[in-house]
Every structure is written in C-alpha cells, then in structure tokens.
C-alpha cells in the first residue's frame, strides 16, 4: 500500500464531496441572484449582500464561505471585523451571462435535478430497465436548455450554419427546417429569428417540454414563422430543407431509424446537421474533466433514456466521431464531414 496515494485519492474524494454539495449552494446563488447581485461590485460583506438582495444575512454568511472555500468567489479578508467577499469579473460570466458560450451555470441546474433520480437509476441498474427523459425532475428540462443554449446563441447561426455547404443562402431565401429534439426550443427559436423566410417547426415527444417552448417562442414574438408538434425522430413526416439534431441524436432508443426517417423527408439537396458531445472514439482519449462531466450525464440522462425506447441502441453521449459515422452513413447518407467544432461540441454536416 502507498500511503502517499492512499492520502492523495482521499483528498480526491474528499474535493468531489465539496463540489457535489456546492453544486446545491451554486443553483442556490443563481436562483435568488446572488452572482448577479455581487458581479461587479467589488468586496462586499453578507450584511450588505443581504441588504442588496433581500435575503437573510445568517443564510448568506455561510453561503459566501463555502463559495469562497471552493474557489467561487475570493476572499477579500476583514474590514472592521467584517469579512468580505467578491466575484472576479472572470467567474462572473460563465456564472451570470448566458448569452456568452463561456456560461456554464445552467449545467449546475441541470446536475442537480439528474441526481434527483438516483433512487430510481439505482433499480435501473440492477434491472436492466430504461428510464424517460420526462420521468426525471422538471428542472432537468430548464436546465438543460440553460446549459447548451449560451452555445447555440453564440455559434448556430453565425459559425455553423455558415459552415455548411450552400445552406445559410437557402434558409435566408426561404426553406422548411425541422428541429427534432428540440426541448424548451432554444435552438428553434434562434433559427426562426435568423431567419424569418423560412418556416421553422420544433418537434419533441415531452408534453412539457412542448409546452414550455410554445410560452417563451411567444413571450419572444415569434410565431409567425414558427411552430412546435409532438413528434419522435424516427416517425415524423414532412418534407424539409434541413433538419436539425441539436445533442440529441445519442439519446434516441432507434438513431439509425431516425436518419433513415431524416433520409426520407429530406427534399432534394437537402441536409441534415447533427451537434453531438465532442467525444474521441476511445474511453483513454476522454479522461479529462470535459470527459468525467459527460459520461456520467450519460450514464444517468442519455443511456437510460435510450434504453426505455425502442430499439434502445444506447449509443451513450461519448459515442465519438467514428461510430456516429457508423450509425448516420449506414443510414443512408452517402456523406458526413465535420463542419465545426467548440471544446463542448462538434458540429457534423450529413447528406443523402
């Protein structure tokens, strides 16, 4: 036995503990706007954060140390007595502002809803069943949009869709996209506001979810062009210009039955755009934190939601280039190149 890395995993352990009880204080912060109220104001103590916000001073005191304790906020020392407490500007924006692709508070929301659900992935387990996308906490469906909308805000329609052969010119004219997968509809909604002689039409099989992006696509004036249906990947109908999978495509129980279907409503010179997890093909190339962070998202969202549909091919979030290219080509595309990439994402063009 070696001490020294006896000790040293313990420390680990111990690290993980911290961040995964944070992650409790971080949704905390972010739902009674406490990074927003301390972004740019310098040291403050819990009294005035108290003051500033409106929340009880006991609570704050606390809070503020266990954010300072891990790494969230700096500790500014004592002023008369007081401690006192900032955020640096670069920790307040991937915590407050989510139209930058640094933004990574919705993730938090996203976690702690997943972990929600460990009762119940625990008998997953030892069955072998699936477990639904809409049978996890409802805030799992807000966060997630918070978590990948700040990318898709900065890149889809600026760097992606350009990206693709001859696509941005068809949709400024005016073409049919579909949006399968699409959640509350960030995703839908930026496509619909880019481009508004297209008609653009969201798709999803969670009633809630449908829901919710109906209320904010019309709380953001958008409609005109714009719609939502109740739909699954592998049975929708429609011609289309160009449909979309945003990190949707490992999740599905049948993958390869929804590119054949995407195969089949495409219209001539159509495309289809798949966003996965940037993934390498093997388990050794993604043992980093990007990695840890996604497998085990997988192993509690993805893999399981997969699982309790049909086919139920598992493909998992770390699936990697290779075997998409796998799934999307024995489909029936005849082509797929990678169009763009971010340290989250890559970006992959298919055509039949």
């Known amino acids: 036995m070696d001490e020294a890395k006896l000790m040293e995993f313990v420390g680990k352990a111990v690290t993980d503990i911290g961040a995964l009880v944070n992650g409790s204080l971080i949704v905390i912060g972010d739902k009674l706007g406490l990074y927003k109220a301390m972004a740019g ?33 700096a500790y500014g020392g004592r002023d008369d007595g007081t401690d006192r407490f900032s955020l640096p500007d670069e920790h307040a924006i991937p915590l407050t502002d989510e139209s930058s692709p640094a933004c990574v508070i919705g993730g938090f929301q996203l976690a702690l809803a997943t972990v929600q659900s460990t009762e119940q992935l625990t008998e997953a387990f030892r069955t072998g069943q699936g477990f639904g996308w809409g049978e996890h906490h409802p ?13 898709y805000t900065s890149f889809l329609t600026s ?7 001859g696509v941005a010119a068809k949709l400024e004219a005016g073409a049919r996209i579909a949006d399968v997968g699409c959640g509350h509809g960030a995703s839908t909604r930026l496509l619909a506001a880019a481009y508004p002689n297209s008609t653009v039409v969201g798709m999803d099989p969670h009633t809630g979810s449908l829901e919710a992006a109906r209320k904010e696509a019309a709380e953001a004036g958008l409609g005109r062009n714009l719609s939502f249906e109740q739909g699954t990947a592998q049975h929708f109908t429609g011609t289309y210009d160009l449909v979309c999978f945003f990190d949707a495509l490992h999740d599905m129980g049948d993958p390869a039955g929804a590119c054949r279907n995407v195969v089949n409503q495409l219209a001539p010179g159509g495309a289809l755009l798949i966003v996965e997890p940037n993934a390498g093909d093997r388990v050794e190339d993604n043992l980093h934190p990007v990695g840890a962070a996604y497998y085990a998202f997988s192993t509690l969202l993805c893999t399981p939601n997969s699982l309790s549909q049909e086919v139920g091919t598992a493909l998992g979030a770390q699936a990697g280039e290779a075997r998409l290219r796998e799934v999307i080509t024995g489909a029936g595309f005849s082509s797929l190149r990678r169009v763009a990439e971010t340290p989250f994402n890559i970006v992959l063009e298919a055509r039949p």
């Open 159 to 165: 760097t992606w869709i350009p990206a693709m052969d």
């Open 41 to 73: 104001q310098g040291p403050m103590s819990s009294a005035e954060l108290a003051s500033k916000t409106g929340h009880a001073e006991r609570y704050l005191r606390e809070w503020l140390s266990a954010q300072a304790a891990a790494g969230y906020l």
């Open 139 to 151: 805030e799992l469906f807000e966060g997630c949009e918070r978590f990948f909308g700040p990318s």
